[in-house]
């Protein structure tokens, strides 16, 4: 069952149940493994078009948990925020203004 109480199918069933749908496992044997009615499996699958959805994964450019932790401890500690990004090894952020487009000029 899905923890919390909350409806739904937990990340263990779901990744059981697209590993029995690879399979070619029915329906109703995927419902009977996960102890679940046939019908909120069927509803399931037909939500994401029989097709299991891509994993996700953190986009590159976001901060790791460490990255986060030294920003953290720094504002803690009160560095400037252009300290904390030398010590990441990103580039302090410049608020430049825009350039005005030329009818404002």
Do not use: C, Y
Not at 13 to 29: D, F, M, S, V
């Amino acid at each position: 069952m899905a923890q919390g109480g909350r409806p739904g199918f937990s990340a263990n069933e779901r990744k059981e149940l697209w590993k029995r749908r690879r399979e070619g496992q029915t329906i109703a044997a995927i419902a009977a493994s996960l102890s679940r009615d046939p019908r909120n499996v069927s509803r399931f699958i037909a939500k994401h078009g029989g097709i299991p959805p891509q994993e996700r994964t953190r986009a590159s450019r976001a901060l790791t948990l460490s990255d986060r932790e030294l920003i953290s401890r720094g504002l803690a500690t009160g560095q400037s925020l252009r300290a904390i990004a030398q010590s990441l090894g990103a580039a302090a952020v410049d608020h430049q203004p825009r350039s005005q487009p030329p009818w404002r000029t």
